[in-house]
Every structure is written in C-alpha cells, then in structure tokens.
C-alpha cells in the first residue's frame, strides 16, 4: 500500500467539498465525516448504519458509537458542527426505510438490498476530487483519518490523545503516521 499523506491546507478542504457538494450529497458526506470522524477507519466509516446517525425516531444524534473490529471495545465520536451539517443535508435529499440500511448506500444493490460503499468505490471518489482540487500528494481513503488526525494535533489535542485514538505503539509512530515534524506548533480550530 502506498502511503498517502494528509490534506494540510484547508483551502483545498473546502475545494474538495465543493466539488465533491456539487456532484454527489453521499460523496460529500463521506468525506466530511470522514474528516471529522474523530479517527475513524475507512472500513467503520462505510460500514456507518442510519441506526447509528439517527434514534429511533428519525433524530440526529449528537454522537456515533461502534465496535471497534480489531479490539471489540465501543468506539465513539462526537459529531461536530460540520458532520451534522453533511449528514442532514445528505439525508434530506435521500430516501430511507430502515434503520439497518448502510449510511452510505451503493449503486449496486444485493438482492434487492442496499448495499454500503466499498473501499475502492471510497477510494475513486476521494482521489478523483483530490485531483479536481489541485493535489499532487497521494491522496487514499487513509488521507481521511490522516487529516482529521493532522487538524486535531494542530487544533491543540494532546498527540498522546491522537496516538490512543489511532491505537499506535507511541507519540512517534503517531507523529511519523501523520507527517509532523517536531517543531510543528498547534495553532489551528479544528472544524473541518
């Protein structure tokens, strides 16, 4: 696998989501969450249900709870403004029967039922925007955890708080993962 690199500059954040805004509501939403997801992996944010943006009354939630598949502990997440934002906007153009239906639902269908996104249909969407937008780094469905991961430690967020949420081994690995130098001060507000 090669390694892909975060979206460092928020300039090319917002033109990704333009691009992707203008094209595809689910696209958009995937990304934004994805950016914001608080770490998430890309398998956990395609495997996302309604069940687990909304109660059992059709209502946001404020915030996502999963499993974690490698550990088996309960993984969780606020939704930030501009996850909330993506999500209602998304579910207001999409239609719904179920809570168990996959957030972000395929083309494809498997008899007669929606089907979640896959990694490589993930993949296609992000570096074919990334390329819209003007970047040259390489860019993967990794590029999502990475950058919410490299905003938060901008932002302020401790990187030994990072490292536990990424689960590595030490703040090392953790700096090294997400392309930070040592010398590289917090100094942003993370709401992407």
Known sequence: ??????????????????ILKSSNMRDYCIFTLGINGGGL????????????????????????????????????FWLNEAAVKAIKEFLSKRSWNALDEPLFPSRKKSGGNLVALN???AYKVINSAARAAGIQEKVGTETLRKTWGYHAYLAGFPLKAIQRIFNHSSEKKTRDYLGIKEEEPARINLNL
């Open 1 to 18: 696998m090669e390694k892909v690199q975060p979206i460092r500059d928020r300039k090319q954040i917002e033109a990704i989501k333009k």
């Open 41 to 76: 992996r890309i398998h956990e944010l395609l495997r996302l249900t309604l069940g687990h943006v909304l109660d059992e009354q059709g209502n946001l939630r404020d915030r996502v709870v999963i499993r974690d598949k490698e550990t088996g502990k309960a993984k969780e």
């Open 119 to 121: 990694r490589d249909q």
